[in-house]
């Protein structure tokens, strides 16, 4: 009897691994061949299952921005009574999987370097993400100004890529605390 594959949740295992491998070659380092090779498949397979690397890496970060925005993930955070304690449990959540924002940071630093503007804006995946974690941010936070949204998840880029540049010599709790502050400030002004 044929093997019975489903092919969704096949697809959504070699996205998983291809995250690792994007994270440790980089975007425009690793070619097909070398993906195919990395996941243990063939590339005719690869190939069947993603046309290119683009499509990998586009369908990669519509994964990722799906799976990081879902319930489960607001469930994680917990139910906090003020926006104070819901901007910490956010700051909780990244210092607690920091390893993997700062790698999925630099896997869209490496990919967006290899595009021209117009061609990030007019990215339909890019955008989608971008907007997904915006209304996460305000959905969690119950706020419901898209400026502040965008500030705040601008913030936590910043701090990601100012970690991978200074190390622990950038407290996460030392920012957490200035961060609370200056988004308490905004919104009773």
Known sequence: ???IVDRHAYRQELLSQCFDLFA??????ITMRQIA??????TGTLYHYFPSKESIFNQLVEYLSYEDTTEERFEELGDRPTLSSRVEAIVECIVKR???????????????QHQDSQAILNN???QKAAA?????????????????ATFIISLIDGLLIRRLLRGDRVSWEAQSKIFVRAVEAYVES
């Open 132 to 148: 997904r974690y915006e209304e996460a941010v305000m959905t969690y936070l119950q706020i419901p100004d898209p400026d502040l």
């Open 124 to 126: 339909p995946i890019l």
């Open 1 to 3: 009897m044929p093997k």
């Open 37 to 42: 090779q990395g996941l243990g498949v063939s």
């Open 24 to 29: 440790k070659h980089g975007y425009g380092a």
């Open 98 to 112: 920091e390893d993997y924002f700062l790698k999925q940071m630099l896997i869209l630093i490496d990919y967006l």
